[in-house]
């Protein structure tokens, strides 16, 4: 008999999916609604740890206060100006909008209700896979691209992996990448009390609106940076408000970059990885409910306002027919 299952469950209205790994006390509760986890259980010492800091009932799953555990697609995180230009043609994502209004982040799916494309478990693991054509040309300003996205969680004996497809099903080429916005929480107190270590060797250095400094000065060694923002080595966070984008990420012998988080009275720890792109990290000092209480471990295909990079361009552009994927994970270290 097999140690994982797949339930189905409600919360209000919305349809769950639940994969359990009866082994290892673990459980992942999944939304329809953006495809947004919205659980994350593992049993410790006879107790039921939350490890996923996700919105708590119907209401905050249909407002999404802070985008908590959000598919981010086209684009992740932040547009300047809500505004872009992709093959010589300008863009506005935010129409009739002026002045501190204007702002587009975090991609179109977060309220868009996903179809169920399958599931299934064997001795390995269980796997749901979420899929939505939401992405057509009309369907959103300033976006007249047609994508197609598919997001399968797989739950296995090494913990939660997520994999992203997108694939472009319209005539022309398209801007796009993708990104998570995960919080995860290793303790029931403030995260200053917890380790964190991001394996990267440069800090993306922003404006006051979060946006990457043009060019190459948006690169800053992380010799170079505040010591407080250097998190090579595993530290404390203590005070450090950080909502910093990290690149130029190291990887392991296997060619995952693991981001690391872990608070060192419990033991208790989780393992972010991604094969490529940026980590965001966010300690939560300006959320709706519940400050400095968890921290988002974001990672991305690319960093924010990569719609209007050149470094970016090659990396974003997806032809007429063309699919490009993106993997990452949780991985849940000690209990």
């Avoid at 790994?21 to 609604?33: E, K, P, S, T």
């Avoid at 093959?87 to 009739?96: E, F, I, V, W, Y």
């Avoid at 022309?172 to 009390?193: I, L, S």
């Avoid at 419990?266 to 990290?281: D, K, P």
């Amino acid at each position: 008999m097999t140690a994982f299952s797949i339930e189905q469950a409600r919360l209000g209205p919305h349809d769950l999916v639940v994969l359990r790994d009866a082994d290892r006390g673990r459980c992942v509760r999944l939304a329809r609604r953006g495809a947004a986890l919205i659980g994350l259980e593992q049993v410790a010492r006879g107790t039921v740890r939350q490890l996923a800091d996700g919105y708590r009932d119907s209401a905050e799953l249909e407002s999404r206060p802070s985008s908590r555990f959000a598919i981010m697609a086209p684009f992740a995180n932040r547009i300047a100006d809500a505004r872009y230009t992709f093959d010589g043609q300008s863009h506005d994502l935010q129409p009739g909008v002026e002045g501190a209004q204007r702002a587009s982040r975090h991609g179109f799916v977060r309220g868009v209700d996903f179809d169920m494309a399958g599931q299934h478990t064997d001795a390995g693991g269980a796997q749901a896979t979420f899929v939505t054509s939401a992405i057509r040309p009309g369907a959103f300003a300033g976006y007249p691209f047609a994508i197609d996205l598919a997001v399968t969680y797989m739950l296995d004996a090494h913990g939660l992996s997520l994999l992203a497809s997108m694939r472009n099903v319209g005539d022309t080429a398209a801007p796009c990448f993708f990104g998570w916005h995960p919080y995860f929480r290793v303790g029931d107190g403030a995260v200053d009390t917890w380790e964190l270590q991001i394996p990267a060797t440069t800090l993306v250095r922003t404006d006051a609106d979060f946006i990457p400094l043009p060019g190459a000065v948006a690169y800053q060694p992380l010799d170079e940076a505040p010591p407080a923002l250097d998190f090579r080595r595993a530290k404390i966070i203590g005070a450090t408000e950080i909502n910093h984008a990290y690149a130029n990420l190291v990887r392991d012998a296997d060619g995952r970059a693991r981001t690391r988080l872990r608070n060192p009275v419990s033991g208790m720890g989780i393992s972010l990885w991604q094969e490529h792109g940026i980590m965001l990290a966010f300690t939560a000092d300006t959320v709706t409910r519940d400050v400095r209480r968890s921290i988002a471990l974001e990672p991305m295909e690319s960093m924010s306002d990569a719609f209007n990079r050149p470094d970016c361009a090659d990396a974003i552009r997806l032809g007429p027919g063309e699919e490009r994927q993106f993997r990452c994970g949780v991985e849940i270290d000690s209990v």
